[in-house]
């Protein structure tokens, strides 16, 4: 199985901040890496897939890079309702495979 | 609009068994990819089984043998039979239409999820 190695596992941050989590890929899985915000009591809500393409409807503050087996996730200009736990996930092979997750809060 | 909703979940002893349902509306359900995903209390997100348009599916590890992921066509619905189910089992169940993208599949629109406990 490929193992996603997330960090930080949480983080604090001041409103307007620029905020960046990392995510590692035990192996190659090219671009095959998504991002999921969830929020409290909700449902994975899916930000970034294919590494880099911003899903239809979110916010242009979150974006993503990389290939290979590193990989970034930002928020630019991090924001109130930003607060949640964020997710990498690997699609390249079976078993798809998440991260540990990040929380994220407001300092 | 496309909406999925879990139903099914409950409390169950070990050893047990129980029947996840996930009605599907705005979409065909054949016509899709589906997955499970489980969360236990407190912790990340975990795959548990795809089913394929064609009908393939494919489980994790910890589930393979004790867990079946089917569809009911006339009913737009995905099923989850899940048996023998022990302790480590209880998550939140959350069904999900996936995406396909460069040949692999992966969750795109979730449902809202259905807590099982597994405990005596």
């Known amino acids: 199985d490929i193992q996603m190695t997330q960090s930080p596992s949480s983080l604090s941050a001041s409103v307007g901040d620029r905020v960046t989590i990392t995510c590692q890929a035990s192996?190659?899985?090219?671009?095959?890496l998504n991002w999921y915000q969830q929020k409290p009591g909700k449902a994975p809500k899916l930000l970034i897939y294919d590494a880099s393409n911003l899903e239809t409807g979110v916010p242009s503050r979150f974006s993503g890079s990389g290939s290979g087996t590193d990989f970034t996730f930002t928020i630019s200009s991090l924001q109130p309702e930003d607060i949640a736990t964020y997710y990498c996930q690997q699609y390249d092979s079976l078993p798809i495979t998440f991260g540990q997750g990040t929380r994220l809060d407001i300092k | 609009e496309v909406q999925l909703v879990e139903s099914g979940g409950g409390l169950i002893q070990p050893g047990g068994s129980l029947r996840l349902s996930c009605a599907a509306s705005g979409f065909t359900v054949s016509s899709n990819y589906m997955s499970w995903v489980r969360q236990a209390p407190g912790k990340g997100l975990e795959w548990v089984s795809v089913i394929y348009r064609g009908g393939s599916t494919y489980y994790a590890d910890s589930v393979k043998g004790r867990f079946t992921i089917s569809r009911d066509n006339s009913k737009n619905t995905l099923y989850l039979q899940m048996n023998s189910l022990r302790a480590e089992d209880t998550a939140v169940y959350y069904c999900?239409?996936?995406?396909?993208?460069?040949?692999?599949?992966?969750?795109?629109?979730w449902g809202h999820g259905t807590m099982v406990t597994v405990s005596s």
């Open positions: 192996q190659d899985i090219s671009n095959y």
């Open positions: 999900a239409r996936d995406r396909y993208s460069y040949g692999s599949t992966f969750p795109d629109i």
